[in-house]
T-cell receptor, first 115, second 113 residues
Framework: EPEVTQTPSHQVTQMGQEVILRCVPI?????FYWYRQILGQKVEFLVS????????KSEIFDDQFSVERPDGSNFTLKIRSTKLEDSAMYFC?????????????FGPGTRLTVT | QKEVEQNSGPLSVPEGAIASLNCTYS??????FFWYRQYSGKSPELIMS????GDKEDGRFTAQLNKASQYVSLLIRDSQPSDSATYLC?????????????FGTGTRLLVSP
């Protein structure tokens, strides 16, 4: 069964450093998403991406964040200058479409630890 | 008012019993509703989706939607210890944005052998 994959599974970085989290969405899916979950808190939407453009973003997704589809399979989230509060699980998700009948499938996540 | 509300639990049920998980949402124009299961330290795993009023059954799981009451529930029949996890209710657009899922904080379910 096709699944979303993410690398790395765990990333440790120092405050102020740039990190890139990588995702390979399900191959026939057209919509891609990033969510994050701070330990003990709920899953929060960051951004959605379609046709090489951001289609929706939350207030969390400020200028420190960017997304890119550098090739036909990868989808990346970049955090330019990490802060302690960026420590969280970051989940990539994908869906075939939007609206009723289309469901989002999540990858295993990347645990980001900022020290 | 929180957009998606769930009782955090834990909800404890014995093996073989029915577990009933509930969720309310604030945006009356929400159209799509989902239940995800999340084991500790893992990612959300889609269990059920429901888009219209009524019941939807899939194996041991039944999702129920009442848009007039802005209420979604998940019933798990013949609960197993392996069902012990946090169950996340998620709601999607148009009021929340057609694409993003808005999650509740989740209900922790404990199934005892």
């Amino acid at each position: 069964e096709p699944e979303v994959t993410q690398t790395p599974s765990h990333q440790v970085t120092q405050m102020g450093q740039e990190v890139i989290l990588r995702c390979v969405p399900i191959s026939n899916h057209l919509y891609f998403y990033w969510y994050r979950q701070i330990l003990g808190q709920k899953v929060e939407f960051l951004v959605s991406f379609y046709n090489n453009e951001i289609s929706e973003k939350s207030e969390i997704f400020d200028d420190q964040f960017s997304v890119e589809r550098p090739d036909g399979s990868n989808f990346t989230l970049k955090i330019r200058s990490t802060k302690l509060e960026d420590s969280a699980m970051y989940f990539c998700a994908s869906s075939e479409g939007i609206g009723s009948g289309y469901e989002q499938y999540f990858g295993p996540g990347t645990r980001l630890t900022v020290t | 008012q929180k957009e998606v509300e769930q009782n955090s639990g834990p909800l404890s049920v014995p093996e073989g019993a029915i577990a009933s998980l509930n969720c309310t949402y604030s945006d009356r124009v929400s159209q799509s509703f989902f239940w995800y299961r999340q084991y500790s330290g893992k990612s959300p795993e889609l269990i059920m989706s429901i888009y219209s009023n009524g019941d939807k059954e899939d194996g041991r799981f039944t999702a129920q939607l009442n848009k007039a009451s802005q209420y979604v529930s998940l019933l798990i029949r013949d609960s197993q210890p392996s069902d012990s996890a946090t169950y996340l209710c998620a709601v999607r657009g148009p009021g929340t944005g057609f694409q993003k899922l808005v999650f509740g904080t989740g209900t922790r379910l404990l199934v005892s052998p």
